[in-house]
């Protein structure tokens, strides 16, 4: 059997610590299927797994994840759109009341898109998909930015792009024009651990439970 190891490690420690401690809430979502408030669109990245960030429990977000957390606009041309069909879940099934863009600090999709980066194979899939950050872009200019600066500006537009993108929905455009779904930018410091929302008034980002960030990052670590 070629099944990894460390995943044959990880669901023995699942089921001695975790599972035990969650096994009557697994019992309940079973019975009464799962009623997630929040829907989390967040990158394929294995450093920013959005139930680890949150601390989330079992039924707690409904999470899809893509390269570079994006949100293609609206397409009803009947051809497969995996964001869509997750959205249309999300908000027409479970009606989730909050829809969070998660982004995050050295984004490798936005890294490729910012550097034209060669095509890893001949369907060159990441500049593909990458395309749908153009707009996003047309927005940061560049002058006067260091390279790392530009980059944090462009995952920074890419989140507001998302969220754009999710307005071209009719049905969840008139959903947030009600406040019955609230979108919401989020951005994960992947070395500082810090976490940032976008303030939508300002277009800025702004850490939140800084306080907590800063205990924390002060605490012994021994
Ligand atoms: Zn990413």
Redesign the pocket.
């Given at each position: 059997m070629d099944f990894p190891q460390r995943l044959i490690d990880g669901y023995g420690a699942f089921l001695s610590e975790r599972l035990p401690r969650e096994q009557s809430r697994f019992h309940a979502l079973a019975e009464t299927g799962q009623r997630p408030e929040i829907m989390v669109i967040g990158?394929?990245?294995s450093r920013?797994s959005p139930e680890v960030i949150f601390d989330a429990r079992p039924g707690e977000l409904f999470v899809v994840r893509n390269?570079?957390?994006i949100v293609p606009p609206f397409a009803p041309d009947g051809q497969a759109h995996g964001v869509s069909a997750a959205l249309e879940f999300g908000v027409g099934a479970l009606k989730v009341k909050h829809i969070v863009v998660l982004?995050?600090a050295?984004?490798?999709?936005?890294k490729a898109f910012a550097e034209n980066a060669e095509p890893l194979s001949p369907g060159d899939f990441i500049g593909n998909w990458m395309k749908l950050m153009a707009p996003a872009a047309d927005k940061v200019l560049r002058t006067g930015l260091s390279p790392a600066d530009y980059l944090t500006r462009l995952e920074w537009a890419n989140i507001a792009n998302s969220l754009d993108s999710l307005l071209t929905f009719p049905g969840l455009a008139k959903l947030i024009e009600h406040g019955t779904v609230r979108t919401h930018g989020a951005y994960f410091g992947v070395a500082t651990g810090e976490l940032s929302v976008l303030d939508k008034a300002s277009g800025q980002f702004r850490p939140v439970a800084a306080e907590a960030h800063a205990r924390a990052f002060q605490a012994p670590r021994f």
């Amino acid at each position: 059997m070629d099944f990894p190891q460390r995943l044959i490690d990880g669901y023995g420690a699942f089921l001695s610590e975790r599972l035990p401690r969650e096994q009557s809430r697994f019992h309940a979502l079973a019975e009464t299927g799962q009623r997630p408030e929040i829907m989390v669109i967040g990158c394929s990245d294995s450093r920013v797994s959005p139930e680890v960030i949150f601390d989330a429990r079992p039924g707690e977000l409904f999470v899809v994840r893509n390269v570079a957390n994006i949100v293609p606009p609206f397409a009803p041309d009947g051809q497969a759109h995996g964001v869509s069909a997750a959205l249309e879940f999300g908000v027409g099934a479970l009606k989730v009341k909050h829809i969070v863009v998660l982004g995050h600090a050295q984004c490798g999709g936005v890294k490729a898109f910012a550097e034209n980066a060669e095509p890893l194979s001949p369907g060159d899939f990441i500049g593909n998909w990458m395309k749908l950050m153009a707009p996003a872009a047309d927005k940061v200019l560049r002058t006067g930015l260091s390279p790392a600066d530009y980059l944090t500006r462009l995952e920074w537009a890419n989140i507001a792009n998302s969220l754009d993108s999710l307005l071209t929905f009719p049905g969840l455009a008139k959903l947030i024009e009600h406040g019955t779904v609230r979108t919401h930018g989020a951005y994960f410091g992947v070395a500082t651990g810090e976490l940032s929302v976008l303030d939508k008034a300002s277009g800025q980002f702004r850490p939140v439970a800084a306080e907590a960030h800063a205990r924390a990052f002060q605490a012994p670590r021994f």
